[in-house]
């Protein structure tokens, strides 16, 4: 336990702001302009017909209900203009605060890489290992709630459900990083020196076929994460 305070910190500072990409494609604008010109020449032979049949009251300010019925439904005819965007998103200061402050709380889970040196041969040796790399975990978790300041901002007893219902989930997401899909194994980091490699097959023996539901969240969703490690970082915060 005496390790977990020996996780290697990230630092951000010479890291360059992040490019979101535009991922919001432009509709493609379905605008009748004959149709509303046709609703703007009637508009305009109505008001000539009531300056016509009510010429001899010029001085008359009235406008009769059939004028003011088009004009209405002239107004409220949407138009769908879309707002112009750039090729890129730039996060405004508030966003670039935020998305700072996730990674710099996430280096808590980054761990160094160390030899092999055992592995998990049975189902209570995996056992023993998860138990201890849960309790981890969950103080890794407490520790990069503690530096978010959307966390801090609740009360206690939403802070210890979120915590107490997130840390398993997490535990899993975040294992994907250890994970080696072509052995099909995890290799998970003990101390400075040690790392033990366990294989996903010992959960065979798991109740309620977490094998099954673990190795399916591996297959589709794991590889995805493993690819962009800054996805895995914002699901963290979501999760």
């Not at 996430?106 to 761990?111: A, Q, Y």
């Not at 539901?213 to 915060?237: C, H, M, N, Q, R």
Request: glycine share 2%.
């Amino acid at each position: 336990a005496d390790n977990q305070d020996n996780v290697d910190t990230l630092d951000l500072n010479g890291i360059e702001p992040l490019e979101i990409p535009d991922t919001f494609d432009i509709p493609d604008l379905d605008i009748d302009i004959d149709e509303i010109n046709t609703q703007i020449m009637e508009i305009e032979k109505y008001i000539k017909d009531e300056d016509v049949v009510d010429g001899a009251e010029e001085d008359s300010d009235e406008i009769s209900d059939v004028v003011y019925q088009k004009a209405a439904e002239l107004e409220f005819t949407v138009l769908p203009i879309a707002r112009p965007m750039g090729d890129k998103y730039q996060l405004n200061e508030m966003e670039s605060y935020k998305l700072s402050e996730l990674f710099n709380a996430t280096t808590f889970f980054k761990e160094p890489i160390v030899s092999v040196t055992s592995q998990a041969m049975h189902y209570e040796d995996m056992c023993s290992l998860l138990c201890k790399k849960a309790e981890e975990q969950t103080r890794r978790v407490i520790k990069m709630s503690k530096h978010l300041t959307s966390f801090n901002d609740i009360n206690e007893d939403d802070k210890i459900s979120l915590i107490k219902f997130g840390a398993m989930d997490l535990f899993c997401m975040r294992s994907v990083p250890h994970y080696d899909y072509m052995n099909k194994t995890w290799v998970y980091t003990m101390n400075n020196s040690n790392s033990v490699v366990l294989s996903i097959e010992l959960m065979r023996n798991c109740p309620r076929d977490i094998y099954s539901y673990y190795k399916k969240f591996l297959d589709k969703i794991g590889k995805e994460f493993e690819s962009d490690p800054v996805v895995l970082d914002l699901l963290t915060a979501i999760t």
